[in-house]
């Protein structure tokens, strides 16, 4: 579990039950600043996105540090420039290929990386068209390898095939409505 206040990842059995955490806050190796997505990769690797220290750190299953990818950058506009860097990401889903998707929020856009950090693609930008974010927080992939991503100030999840194609969206004015 990410606990982002408390900038650590504490992890539970199947129950519930409390078995062990690690990190603090900081700017350091295993040290957070709001961590606020987790993913785990096929290999039991642990993947966290350090929100506002502007990476993704990598953990083995007992929470020694591995490595770590990104730095601060702000391309809100142009999904393709400075691949590998982010501002502010917020989610982390995995392939079946061990592929791992970071919501790059700050800047409106995914990014595609292998397991070891390696950047592949990304995709979106800012702007209301399908395949264009507003403030993409959300992130997960479903068995046949179709891609969601929840769109906060678009108020929408989009859809997306295994090769990045917008195939559909669907409007969630309500849930965040904050009007009565």
Not at 66 to 72: A, E, K, N
Not at 117 to 129: E, Y
């Amino acid at each position: 579990v990410a606990d982002s206040g408390n900038h650590r990842i504490q992890v539970f059995d199947q129950n519930g039950n409390y078995l062990f955490e690690w990190g603090s806050e900081g700017t350091g190796t295993g040290q957070f600043s709001e961590p606020w997505g987790i993913a785990v990769g096929p290999d039991g690797s642990v993947y966290v996105a350090d929100t506002w220290n502007h990476r993704v750190q990598v953990f083995s299953p007992t929470g020694e540090y591995v490595t770590s990818f990104g730095t601060f950058i702000n391309v809100q506009h142009d999904a393709q420039e400075s691949p590998g860097n982010f501002w502010g990401p917020r989610d982390i889903a995995i392939d079946a290929q061990g592929n791992v998707y970071v919501t790059d929020t700050g800047n409106k856009r995914i990014q595609k990386f292998t397991s070891d950090g390696q950047f592949l693609q990304a995709f979106g930008g800012g702007g209301l068209i399908p395949g264009a974010f507003e403030e993409p927080v959300g992130i997960d992939i479903d068995n046949q390898g179709n891609i969601y991503v929840a769109d906060t100030w678009n108020r929408r999840v989009q859809k997306f095939d295994s090769n990045l194609n917008p195939l559909l969206q669907w409007d969630v004015v309500k849930a965040w409505d904050t009007e009565s």
